[in-house]
């Protein structure tokens, strides 16, 4: 069975402390995708990463970077120098190989204070 | 731009009376698309897969008789929530697969409040 876990559901941090979220996976299927969403309170889901199974260069882009391990199954999102804009909801998902279907993990929830 | 639309983005209406929520693809053609639901601070779980021309596909445990889907063009599709009740408030989101494979894009979301 497919499964996400996002085993932190609320992180409090302070402005300007770097924050890590964590996201680790379960497939059977070797080819898959694995995304990064965030949900701001407005509720409109807002996309900030697609990887997929055979690429496991680690991104960064802007004060985001994205730590894929596919040995240890994990999925990790690290926010650099966070900012109160950055409070949100986080998703890690994964797609299933033959529907499209995303799989969401239970969502992180990022608190910044000021 | 947007590329998902939704409407209403939010609708309340009374116990037992019948809402619908369409969800159009502005950009390209999608023969498939997904609704998913979200309770006050819960994750997104998929309710059904929208398919243009045939019926839709439900997951395990949601009613097809009160969650009626309809792909009626391969830019929309709409949800009806049929003889709702309060245990049926929640966020919908209906998500349209891009011309990539395993782009997803998401519409606004549609808040329902049944009282």
């Known amino acids: 069975a497919q499964k996400v876990t996002q085993a932190q559901t609320e992180i409090s941090v302070v402005e300007k402390e770097d924050v890590t979220l964590d996201c680790v996976y379960e497939?059977?299927?070797?080819?898959?995708?694995l995304f990064w969403y965030k949900q701001p309170p407005s509720g409109e889901l807002v996309f900030l990463i697609r990887?997929?199974?055979?690429?496991?260069q680690n991104e960064i882009s802007g004060r985001y970077s994205w730590n894929f391990q596919k040995s240890t199954s994990s999925f990790n999102f690290t926010i650099t120098a966070s900012q109160v804009v950055d409070s949100a909801v986080y998703f890690c998902a994964l797609s299933d190989y033959n529907t499209d279907k995303l799989i969401f993990g239970t969502g992180t929830r990022l608190q910044v204070f000021p | 731009g947007a590329v998902v639309s939704q409407h209403p983005s939010w609708v309340i209406c009374k116990s037992g009376t019948s809402v619908k929520i369409e969800c159009r693809s502005l950009?390209?053609?999608?023969?498939?698309m997904f609704w998913y639901r979200q309770f006050p601070k819960q994750s997104l779980m998929l309710m059904a897969t929208s398919n243009e021309g045939s019926k839709a596909t439900y997951e395990q445990g949601v009613e097809k008789d009160k969650f009626l889907i309809n792909h009626a063009s391969l830019t929309l599709s709409t949800l009806t929530v049929t003889s709702a009740h309060p245990e049926d408030s929640s966020f919908y989101i209906c998500?349209?697969?891009?011309?990539?494979?395993?782009?997803?894009?998401f519409g606004p979301g549609t808040r329902l409040t049944v009282t």
């Open positions: 950009d390209f053609q999608a023969t498939t």
């Open positions: 497939t059977r299927d070797t080819t898959y995708y």
């Open positions: 998500s349209v697969p891009g011309p990539i494979s395993y782009e997803q894009y």
């Open positions: 990887r997929n199974s055979f690429d496991e």
